[in-house]
Nanobody, 126 residues
Framework: VQLQASGGGLVQAGGSLRLSCTAS????????VGWFRQAPGKEREFVAA????????KYSDSVKGRFTIARGNAKNTMYLQMNSLKDEDTAVYYC????????????????????WGQGTLVTVSS
């Protein structure tokens, strides 16, 4: 499986961006997709996840109410709609995938995911 993340760019604070994650070589219909981000000098952190097995979502507290995971028409495409962007959202954003279900308590754990995209940079300017 290969993941391709795209859609990053420069945006003013308060603005919006939509990131895309497309998986190739995927055969699972019950996979889990996660979004993580890594700001300069900081550790990679969980942003959001979607589980195809039960169509459930999870968001980190820092983005809840501002970011939304959206499903594409095909199961190999997911989006991260980011609204009301803040300076602290500046980071490289990564999509990740596990070809199966991840239990809820582990959705935010980096090691739960088997495949990672290359990352796309989001810069929020104030």
């Amino acid at each position: 499986v290969q993941l391709q993340a795209s859609g990053g760019g420069l945006v003013q604070a308060g603005g919006s961006l939509r990131l895309s994650c497309t998986a190739s070589g995927l055969t699972s219909n019950v996979h889990t997709v996660g979004w993580f981000r890594q700001a300069p000098g900081k550790e990679r952190e969980f942003v959001a996840a979607f589980r195809w097995s039960d169509l459930s979502y999870k968001y980190s507290d820092s983005v809840k109410g501002r970011f939304t995971i959206a499903r594409g028409n095909a199961k190999n495409t997911m989006y991260l709609q980011m609204n009301s962007l803040k300076d602290e959202d500046t980071a490289v954003y990564y999509c990740a995938l596990r070809p199966g279900r991840i239990i809820s308590s582990q959705l935010g754990t980096i090691s739960s995911y088997d495949y990672w995209g290359q990352g796309t940079l989001v810069t929020v300017s104030s």
